[in-house]
């Protein structure tokens, strides 16, 4: 039996969907065939910190370099030697920054890289630095043996951007479906209580960081639709984030009192226990994890259409689409759902179904693993020959 792949995992972005990919590759590849190391920059949140020091307590190596916007030739000196060091057989760099340093630093080495972007830079901007930054991707996948994208809709974006598409493969996210049990009635009974909430409230949930992307902003003013209608009905928001004093304030200036900041949590599965509906108006994903621990709680989802949700989502079948950027049909979509239980239910049915077919750990891991092994077998510069076989 051949000795085990050394893997080096790269990432800057240790908070959020990023980081938890990470963490899950790292911990759940089969040692046999894949020994993971992690190169992170771990300044971001505490919370997030604290988890990748747990791979330490287990017996993986973490190497701690902090990764700047702006190129930085140290974090790229460091990457190389490292790799070296550590006898990297495959270097895989997660998110646009660790992506472009971890490729300059390949450049010296004769190791092949896998990249995935969970989102390119060009996603999230629609001003003069999009063609920038499709320029600098298309020139750096001359560096990169794989790129992966979460979702397909990710895929169609890097090739409307001009990346190879024999370099591009689709891995979704997945959920470990063992750790997100159907809720009983107990723990939606608990979760709510612990909220001080009603058998009567309805409950719109949104999770994840209060910043542009995740589109909060928008939920303020559709909530002041939304509320007026429902008298039972509560907006609940987790999370934090750039945008939460801002929000707190329109709320406020609006008088809605059932609009509630809780803040993070440690334990999202209680978060979307309480739930009855949850909502995620985001500009730009790649392959959202709130998206599918919502499904795996059975709730129906409101969600934009943008690449990442439109492959998790199904209109009318799991929850509801709707166009990016505007609170209007927002609002319209929460309305449908609050005055519709039987429509809630069978979406959120649908939902569970639609996770377990198509959006498990154990597929990410499977085809994660069968992707390092061929990478390993053709080298860093025989991807393309080997799609053309």
């Known amino acids: 039996m051949p000795p085990p792949l050394r893997i080096a995992h790269v990432v800057e972005a240790t908070e959020g969907g990023v980081a938890r990919h990470v963490l899950?590759?790292?911990?759940?590849?089969?040692?046999?065939?894949?020994?993971?190391?992690?190169?992170a920059s771990l300044q971001r949140s505490p919370l997030w910190a604290g988890r990748f020091a747990a791979l330490r307590?287990?017996?993986?190596?973490?190497?701690?370099?902090?990764?700047?916007?702006?190129p930085n030739p140290g974090a790229?000196?460091?990457?190389?030697?490292?790799?070296?060091?550590?006898?990297v057989d495959i270097l895989h760099l997660h998110s646009a920054k660790a992506g472009y340093l971890g490729r300059l630093a390949a450049r010296d080495l004769d190791t092949p890289v896998v990249y995935t972007p969970h989102a390119f830079p060009f996603q999230r901007s629609t001003d003069w630095r999009r063609p920038?930054?499709?320029?600098?991707?298309?020139?750096l996948a001359a560096l990169t043996t794989v790129i992966v994208c979460v979702?397909?809709?990710?895929?169609?974006?890097?090739?409307?951007?001009?990346?190879?598409e024999e370099k591009l493969v689709v891995i979704a996210n997945g959920l470990d479906v063992a750790q997100w049990p159907l809720p009983t009635r107990e723990e939606w009974q608990a979760?709510?209580?612990?909220?001080?909430?009603?058998?009567?409230?309805?409950?719109?949930?949104?999770?994840?960081?209060?910043?542009?992307?995740?589109?909060?902003?928008?939920?303020?003013?559709?909530?002041?639709?939304?509320?007026?209608?429902?008298p039972h009905a509560q907006i609940l928001l987790w999370g934090d984030g750039p945008q939460?004093?801002?929000?707190?304030?329109?709320?406020?200036?609006?008088?809605?009192?059932?609009?509630?900041?809780?803040?993070?949590?440690?334990?999202?599965?209680?978060?979307?226990l309480a739930m009855d509906v949850f909502v995620a108006p985001s500009r730009w994903e790649a392959g959202p994890y709130a998206v599918l621990e919502a499904m795996a709680c059975a709730l129906p989802v409101v969600a934009s259409e943008v690449p990442g949700h439109t492959d998790a989502v199904v209109h009318d079948g799991t929850g509801i689409l709707i166009p990016p950027e505007l609170p209007g049909p927002l609002a319209g979509a929460i309305h449908s759902l609050l005055r519709d239980e039987d429509e809630r239910l069978t979406y959120g049915h649908n939902g569970r179904v639609r996770l377990e077919r198509h959006f498990t750990l154990d597929a990410m891991v499977h085809h994660t693993e069968a992707l390092y092994r061929k990478v390993a077998e053709v080298g860093r510069v025989g991807m393309e020959a080997a799609a053309e076989e």
């Open 24 to 39: 899950d590759l790292v911990t759940h590849l089969d040692p046999a065939a894949c020994t993971c190391v992690v190169y």
């Open 57 to 70: 307590e287990a017996g993986i190596t973490v190497r701690e370099i902090p990764m700047a916007r702006l």
């Open 76 to 87: 790229v000196r460091q990457i190389g030697a490292w790799a070296v060091r550590d006898g």
């Open 132 to 139: 920038l930054y499709r320029m600098i991707e298309r020139r």
């Open 151 to 164: 979702s397909e809709g990710e895929r169609e974006e890097a090739l409307a951007a001009g990346l190879p």
């Open 191 to 230: 979760a709510r209580a612990a909220l001080a909430l009603s058998p009567e409230d309805q409950v719109v949930g949104f999770l994840g960081r209060l910043a542009p992307q995740k589109g909060a902003d928008l939920l303020v003013p559709a909530a002041e639709e939304v509320l007026g209608d429902f």
């Open 244 to 272: 939460r004093n801002g929000l707190t304030r329109a709320a406020r200036t609006l008088g809605l009192r059932r609009v509630r900041f809780l803040g993070e949590t440690p334990d999202p599965r209680a978060a979307f």
